[in-house]
């Protein structure tokens, strides 16, 4: 591969990409690579808050509750809180960054061109890997609540969750070769159904919390679990944060990225913030934080059937149905779309981003992303799965604060972005140290499965890839 131009050096264009161009025949906007592959422009704001939104909305409300309070009681709502502020630390250069290079594979494409190409392919391999494993943690919930569904309308047909969980990712994985329009369509339904339900579920919840409704309960200790467990739970939760990167990686696909990417980042961030720390706030103060540690992955079920009987827990375990649904669904799109980014700079072999003529999908790459989703997916390891995609998407997060740094200090001349981190240079400085740091409060295992998988990654690289150098490859 030819090194591209000195960073100095005007560019119209980003490592091969042409302007954004509208197709003759489809009359889409499309973006064009180097040697001609076209990814049509088909997903609008809507869409990307719809993937922002979809994958982060669904653990924290519907899988992790339970587990949170039992590790930190009411202090979870801060744990969520804290997840959200270093979220929004790294949201805010990312969209710096993503306005100014508009590819797929978002923090890969971003680390492998500031920073340097090991560092990007340890990166975008684990973002595959992290995705992957994240899309897993989603098939499992999206198994236990069809289930729970089903227990309750009477309808038990003793199939496995786990079951459920493999058919449906083999679905999603199928409906993604389709086309994205397709995904981003379903994304789209699944996201408002589910808000609108949450929005209901939440307003019940908070009036029955300062006592406008029902019984108000004797509130319990805040920090009944002590100071510790709540950064511990921070870093177990901020699995439910991954979403807005995840807008990054379809970025070749999203229209007028200069406008929408921004706003579908921060905005997905900030709604879906505020609906995690509510759910803990109406979650601890209508139920006991034993019951919530007791039901496990469908505590918000408990509290839902507390505020509404039998209806509002068949509504719930609806709304968790179609959360970690979209969850998954927008995983698995992200995760493909890594793949063929991380095959178009080839790190991996050129096929995996070969494009299928008749959708104008990458075929190849969602099958590389299917296929291992599917083998975690029948682990049904919850809380690993979620901590190793959280330690895989900081070590990103990270990293991508810190290219910022580097770009904004070489300020090369092809660098344009239509959006500007406010606050620079302290917010990419303290969204970097915030990540790393996250990471030493994960479990011990999660951390060595994290740290074996950047091995692996760093290894490949270095044995298939150490030529090839994409820093400044524009």
């Not at 949201?91 to 494409?109: V, W």
């Not at 971003?110 to 494993?133: E, M």
């Not at 505020?274 to 019951?291: G, H």
Request: aromatic share 8%.
């Amino acid at each position: 591969m030819a090194d591209g131009p000195d960073d100095s050096a005007p560019s119209t264009n980003v490592a091969g990409e042409q302007p954004v161009r509208e197709d003759a025949d489809t009359k889409a906007e499309v973006t064009v690579h180097d040697e001609g592959t076209q990814l049509e422009r088909t997903i609008g704001l809507t869409g990307g808050l719809a993937i922002g939104i979809g994958t982060m909305i669904g653990a924290g409300i519907f899988v992790f509750p339970g587990l949170a309070v039992a590790e930190a009681g009411p202090a979870a709502a801060l744990s969520f809180g804290i997840g959200a502020a270093i979220a929004m630390l790294v949201a805010l250069p990312t969209s710096e960054l993503a306005t100014a290079m508009p590819r797929s594979g978002g923090g890969y494409f971003f680390i492998s061109r500031c920073l340097d190409t090991g560092f990007g392919a340890i990166v975008g391999l684990g973002l595959w890997l992290g995705l992957v494993f994240a899309s897993a943690f989603y098939l499992v919930g999206l198994g236990e609540y069809v289930a729970a569904v089903l227990a309750e309308l009477g309808l038990g047909l003793g199939v496995d969750p786990g079951v459920i969980g493999l058919l449906f990712g083999i679905g999603l994985t199928a409906i993604s070769v389709t086309g994205t329009e397709n995904t981003a369509k379903i994304q789209n339904a699944v996201v408002i159904v589910l808000l609108v339900i949450l929005t209901g579920f939440l307003t019940l919840g908070s009036l029955d919390a300062v006592g406008v409704v029902g019984q108000q309960s004797p509130p319990e200790t805040f920090f009944a679990r002590g100071y510790a467990p709540v950064l511990s739970t921070a870093a177990l939760v901020f699995t439910s944060y991954l979403g807005f990167a995840q807008v990054a990686t379809v970025a070749g696909e999203i229209k007028e990225p200069s406008r929408n990417l921004s706003r579908a980042m921060v905005g997905s961030v900030l709604l879906v913030g505020l609906f995690y720390v509510l759910t803990i706030f109406v979650a601890t103060s209508v139920v006991t934080t034993e019951t919530l540690e007791a039901a496990g992955e469908t505590a918000v079920v408990e509290v839902a059937r507390e505020l509404a009987g039998l209806p509002g827990a068949v509504l719930i375990l609806v709304g968790g149905l179609l959360a970690t649904f979209s969850s998954a669904n927008a995983s698995i799109l992200s995760s493909s779309r890594t793949v063929f980014a991380l095959s178009r700079d080839a790190l991996l072999p050129r096929r995996a981003g070969t494009i299928n003529l008749k959708y104008g999908t990458p075929h190849v790459a969602l099958a590389l992303a299917g296929g291992p989703i599917l083998v975690l997916t029948a682990t049904g390891q919850v809380r690993l799965l979620a901590e190793v995609a959280s330690f895989l998407h900081l070590v990103m997060y990270g990293l991508m604060c810190v290219a910022l740094v580097a770009l904004r200090r070489r300020s090369p001349a092809w660098y344009d972005p239509s959006f500007v981190t406010p606050g620079y240079p302290v917010v990419p400085i303290a969204g970097a140290v915030a990540s790393f740091v996250l990471i030493g409060f994960m479990q011990p295992e999660s951390i060595a499965v994290g740290t074996a998988i950047m091995i692996v990654a760093y290894s490949w690289y270095r044995y298939y890839a150490a030529d090839i150098d994409l820093r400044g490859a524009f």
